[in-house]
């Protein structure tokens, strides 16, 4: 097939096959990554911009590295160093981003939507690297890399979401993803953080972990933030974790061989025992390294969609 | 000066007409509607193929003016109101300073003499600075003109204010207008609460944060024995609400706003901020009972809550982006594309939502074509379409809802107190000019 | 596109190869350090045959990788079909080994410039030969193929098409007319 997109702004607008191919092209990167030199010259002369609206080190250094191992150049602009701060509107920073003729912008952005109103107004790609609770499309195609690489496929297989669904963006990719893919999707949590309709989006709801865990193929876990103020409608942390943690004693109930996801950063014995985290299902750092090979297909498929498209126009 | 109006089909439901008449026009007022009329000194429009109406009377309008005069003036916005065909508007007092005082309204209205283009009316805050605290003084703002009371763009949270506010507009006679939202329960909602919020990733509104609040003040305004008129409704419990105050005898009326008998909460899934309102746009269901209420009359009027933004407060994350759109210039093809075609009115129903019972609620003499009466007079030309663009949109601001849409209805003329005050270039053919 | 020539059959192309398998034996005095790269899509299926010519004639296991050169490629932003990248695979090490290189066609020498500096990536062989099926001439750089099956001279307005079985469904080789 060919890719036609100059942006990756979520999965719910992503065909199946749009899915499949980025995760197959990420299998060629993959073995990129795995080499002795592990750049190419794919991305030479390019410039990748990491727009930076909210901290996120990891999502930021793995754009950078991927960038990188393309050959491209990285420049990582963060709130606290830009213009940002001084009001700026996000449509003047992207055609000022633009005007000074980089390639590709990766953002991340606490508004949802955000991704998408840029891409509106600038002609070069965007990389939506986490917009408000949408949508974080790159952790989800990374997510499904490693559980295809490690279950073999992603077709029937039963992955449980839990944790706060109804403020994560992580869970929303995953959800489109997944289910566009013909996996079987619970999401868990208490009922507070269910968001309306959401099983509209194709997924079944349960409000018991062990419900959850019983006979799911992989558990990816999402990271609790406590801190975050939603008007006292949260549970508190002590109660989650006896409810909805995953501890070693759940997952030695749950499906042998259960794979265990985090999105990252942990939160040891918040959402998830430690033992667990550093246990035989766990594939977390796999996902962390998978993230490299899937975020350079990303990069790569939409620097070849801006040029098929400029060749449209000529 | 005198105006001819041959040939339009007429529509007034006040004298139950519908039918091809002549209008004369003198010394601007409505002189005969007649067949046949005959005047060697009056300039003649000929409006066969047309429809005359009464002119619109739109009792939700944001004229910015005194305070955002870059969204909106009192001139650019009823210039907006002419060219839809709307000759009088209800002006909000949200501006800044918002209209709560004696002073503030002799300002308004001077400003009024000297710029607009249509009739202006206004309604003054319940609350100073509408910061739902302690009560205008209703009595002197009633003197000064003032036609209804409202602190629209928010609710009086305050019960017990509310209720003194309603026993003291019960007292004066004055309307209160309710914007109905218990900001407790919308929080900082931008998005109807439901599927679309849970896709979109923004936060939601619910119903029950308007209609808690419409029950609320109907339970009020009942007791205090006042004249409540509901603003924007948006869902279907309200318009039960409403229909179940009604049958109780509760004096209140109701208006919806083309948007959400147009739109649905869809439309905002590709984070278009002209999709952005306060309420929000609601489900398939709720548009639904309100272009049912509009036809049995549950909600009486339509009016725009034309709510003008500039671009740099539009064209920003939707989160962020002002709430409210424009409306003035696109209510009347709304109406006639999305109420009169599907058959939820007729020409007769369309003129009492939109004109007729709006000015019965302000206690204003229009919304009829009737002998003596102000000649405030659209006449639309049904066959000819138009299409929404920046360009075509008069007011200062362009954050429309419908750009780029094509509309049916054009309006040709606007009489607005005798005068023809605004005339289709593009599409009238040329008329000489009469005397007078 | 109209096929203006058959230049070989699948008997033709058979003892082309055979016959570059013995060239590379005779040229590197047997199977030491020896080892074939083709270059996808069917650079790669013949490195296969070659080796498997090779096995024939010496008896050898010579391994084989196959090499997918589309993130070296200098048209990249240039090209009208988008190119999909394949994957990479080479489960040994090029260090010190002479590498024969192994491609269908011939033509600008583009390719063959963007498969070497994807090969040094990989290690630091004693040194790269270079193995095609044809070479239709009009050369962009300066490079040349140590192995030929055949020199066939063409127009810049033709494309010579190799087709294999393993892709094709058939063996054979054609000269075919542009748009």
Request: charged content about 25%.
């Amino acid at each position: 097939m060919l890719w036609k997109r100059k942006d990756l702004l979520g999965l719910e607008e992503l065909t199946p096959e749009e899915i499949g191919f980025i995760l197959s092209t990420a299998e060629s990167f993959k073995e990129v990554t795995t080499r002795e030199i592990k750049k190419v010259p794919a991305l030479r002369g390019k410039t990748v911009v990491n727009l930076f609206y909210e901290p996120s080190t990891r999502t930021r250094i793995s754009f950078e590295i991927a960038a990188k191992r393309l050959s491209a150049d990285v420049i990582n602009i963060a709130t606290e160093t830009s213009s940002v701060q001084k009001g700026e509107t996000l449509i003047d920073t992207g055609t000022n981003i633009e005007a000074l003729k980089a390639d590709i912008i990766v953002m991340r952005h606490n508004c949802s939507g955000a991704a998408a109103i840029l891409a509106r107004h600038v002609g070069i790609s965007v990389v939506n690297a986490g917009d408000g609770w949408h949508e974080h499309p790159t952790q989800a195609l990374l997510d499904m890399f490693t559980l295809k690489e490690k279950l073999g496929r992603i077709k029937d297989m039963k992955v449980s979401i839990v944790g706060d669904i109804a403020h994560s963006r992580v869970a929303r990719s995953n959800i489109w993803g997944l289910t566009k893919l013909g996996a079987r999707v619970t999401v868990c949590a208490p009922p507070m953080l269910i968001p309306p309709g959401i099983e509209r989006m194709g997924v079944s709801v349960t409000h018991r972990i062990e419900e959850a865990l019983r006979e799911a193929d992989a558990v990816n876990v999402l990271r609790m933030q406590f801190e975050r103020d939603t008007q006292g409608a949260f549970p508190l942390q002590l109660e989650y974790f006896q409810d909805f943690g995953i501890t070693q004693e759940r997952i030695q109930k749950a499906k042998k061989g259960i794979l265990v996801m985090h999105p990252g950063p942990l939160n040891r014995g918040i959402e998830i025992e430690s033992s667990v985290a550093d246990g035989e299902n766990s594939v977390i750092l796999e996902q962390v390294t998978n993230g490299i090979a899937v975020r350079m297909a990303v990069l790569f498929l939409v620097s070849q969609g801006r040029e098929q498209k400029n060749e449209d126009l000529n | 000066m005198k105006i001819l109006i041959k040939h339009p089909r007429v529509i007034d439901p006040v004298q139950a007409l519908d039918g091809v008449r002549d209008i004369l026009i003198e010394h601007g007022k409505i002189k005969k509607v007649a067949e046949g009329l005959q005047d060697e000194a009056a300039r003649v429009i000929d409006a066969s193929g047309c429809i005359a109406l009464p002119g619109l009377v739109d009792m939700h309008v944001h004229l910015r003016e005194p305070g955002r005069e870059d969204k909106e003036t009192i001139a650019s916005g009823t210039r907006a109101a002419l060219f839809g065909g709307v000759t009088s508007v209800l002006a909000m007092p949200n501006t800044a300073p918002a209209i709560d005082s004696v002073a503030h309204i002799r300002l308004l209205k001077e400003r009024i003499r000297k710029t607009a283009a249509a009739n202006v009316y206004i309604c003054a805050a319940i609350t100073k600075g509408r910061q739902g605290k302690e009560l205008t003084p209703f009595a002197q703002l009633k003197a000064e003109g003032a036609l209804a009371i409202s602190d629209d763009g928010s609710s009086v949270d305050s019960t017990a204010l509310m209720f003194e506010a309603f026993k003291s507009a019960k007292e004066h006679d004055l309307l209160v207008i309710c914007h109905c939202q218990d900001s407790a329960l919308s929080g900082s909602g931008v998005v109807n609460l439901g599927f679309t919020s849970t896709r979109t990733g923004l936060r939601g509104i619910s119903s029950e944060s308007e209609f808690r609040r419409v029950e609320r003040d109907l339970g009020l305004a009942a007791e205090a024995g006042a004249r409540v008129h509901i603003a924007h409704v948006s869902c279907r419990e309200s318009v039960a609400l409403i229909a179940a105050a009604k049958k109780k005898g509760v004096r209140v009326t109701a208006e919806t706003a083309p948007h959400y008998f147009t739109l649905t909460e869809e439309s905002v899934l590709g984070y278009d901020t002209n999709m952005k309102m306060n309420p929000p746009l609601r489900s398939a269901e709720d548009r639904q009972a309100l272009r049912q209420a509009l036809g049995d009359g549950t909600i009486d009027i339509i009016a725009s809550d034309h709510a003008p933004h500039t671009e740099n407060e539009k064209e920003i994350e939707f989160e962020r982006a002002e709430f409210g759109v424009i409306g003035l210039q696109t209510e009347l093809s709304l109406a006639i594309n999305e109420l009169l075609e599907p058959g939820f009115l007729d020409w007769t129903g369309l003129v009492q939502r939109i004109s007729l019972a709006p000015a019965r609620v302000l206690g204003l003499h229009k919304g009829t074509l009737g002998i003596g009466v102000d000649a405030d007079i659209v006449i639309v030309d049904p066959r000819k379409d138009w299409v929404v663009t920046k360009e075509s949109l008069v007011s200062k601001s362009k954050n429309s809802s419908f750009l780029g849409k094509r509309l049916p209805g054009t309006v040709a003329y606007t009489i607005c107190n005798g005068v023809l005050a605004y005339e289709n270039q593009r599409e009238a053919p040329q008329h000489p000019k009469g005397g007078g | 596109m109209k096929e203006k020539a058959k230049v070989l059959d699948n008997e033709a192309l058979s003892r082309s190869l055979i016959r570059i398998a013995h060239e590379i034996l005779e040229k590197n005095k047997g199977t030491d350090e020896l080892c074939l790269i083709g270059i996808r899509t069917r650079g790669a299926y013949l490195a296969r045959r070659l080796a498997d010519c090779i096995k024939r004639i010496d008896n050898a296991l010579v391994p084989v990788g196959s090499l997918d050169i589309t993130l070296y490629r200098d048209d990249l932003t240039l090209v009208a079909a988008q190119p999909v990248v394949h994957k990479t695979e080479i489960g040994f090490d090029i260090t010190a080994k002479n590498v024969i290189l192994v491609d269908d066609v011939l033509y600008t020498g583009r390719t063959i410039r963007a498969a070497l500096d994807a090969l040094i990536d990989f290690g630091r062989p004693k040194n790269i030969q270079l193995a095609v099926l044809i070479d239709r001439g009009h050369r962009e750089l300066p490079i040349r193929a140590d192995f030929v099956g055949k020199n066939i001279p063409t127009a810049q307005s033709e494309t010579v098409e190799v087709r294999l079985q393993e892709v094709d469904g058939k063996d054979e080789v054609a000269i075919v007319e542009k748009g």
